[in-house]
């Protein structure tokens, strides 16, 4: 298994431009969730979605949408970047049963300039 | 709003040696803890989790133990070894059943060969 996958790795915008963050898990979970992560800091929730159809707002939603597109995928689009957005964003996934733990991704390192 | 913070931002540690990390938590209500290596440029890695129910587990080579009375989480490494380098982050449910995380700014531990 790939666990959970993240695309792109890098991605430099502009102020303004918009975009989208890919993140599929292949381990069946229901819940998956998006993270930034600032220097030095630890990781905030955006956005997480309990099961297949429903999404929930998390610490920090301003600037960001998303969309549960099937059980698989969770992306996150920004739609005006800002350099406050300048982060590192990480996709994770549990499953609702047994385990808690969330499994993360790898990350994406966006700038915006 | 609650949140998790830790002790002491860095450790430095000989090899050999056992590595304590402390973390302090505020909400009184969190159910479920967990522990996160990050290595660099990495997503973070399920280490070891507890549940409030419980005041000790143990892992290979590690340790979490939870006092609820002080609101205190701690991570103990047994034999630090070189690959232990890395940001160590608590993070508590937040978020009931969804098991939304809320994280601690981490740790970063260095081991000294």
């Known amino acids: 298994n790939a666990g959970v996958t993240q695309t792109p790795k890098f991605q430099v915008l502009k102020t303004g431009q918009s975009m989208t963050l890919q993140c599929a898990q292949d381990m069946n979970h229901n819940s998956m969730y998006w993270y930034r992560q600032d220097p030095g800091m630890g990781l905030r929730l955006i956005y997480y979605?309990?099961?297949?159809?429903?999404?929930d707002k998390g610490e920090v939603p301003n600037g960001y949408n998303v969309s549960r597109l099937n059980k698989r995928e969770f992306s996150l689009r920004l739609e005006s970047a800002a350099p406050s957005q300048t982060s590192v964003y990480f996709c994770a996934s549990r499953d609702n049963s047994g385990d808690l733990e969330q499994y993360f991704g790898p990350g994406t390192r966006l700038t915006v300039t | 709003g609650e949140s998790v913070g830790l002790h002491l931002p860095t450790l430095s540690v000989q090899e050999g040696d056992n590595s304590i990390i402390n973390c302090a938590y505020s909400n009184s209500a969190s159910d479920y803890f967990i522990w996160y290596k990050q290595e660099s440029g990495k997503g973070p890695q399920f280490i070891i989790d507890?549940?409030?129910?419980?005041d000790k587990r143990q892992g290979q080579r590690v340790t979490v133990l939870l006092n609820k009375t002080v609101k205190h989480l701690s991570l103990q490494i047994a034999a630090t070894q070189p690959g232990d380098s890395a940001v160590y982050f608590c993070?508590?449910?937040?978020?009931?059943?969804?098991?939304?995380?809320?994280f601690g700014k981490g740790t970063l531990l260095t081991v000294n060969p």
């Open positions: 507890i549940r409030s129910n419980m």
């Open positions: 979605s309990a099961s297949e159809g429903t999404t």
């Open positions: 993070a508590e449910n937040s978020g009931g059943s969804n098991y939304k995380l809320t």
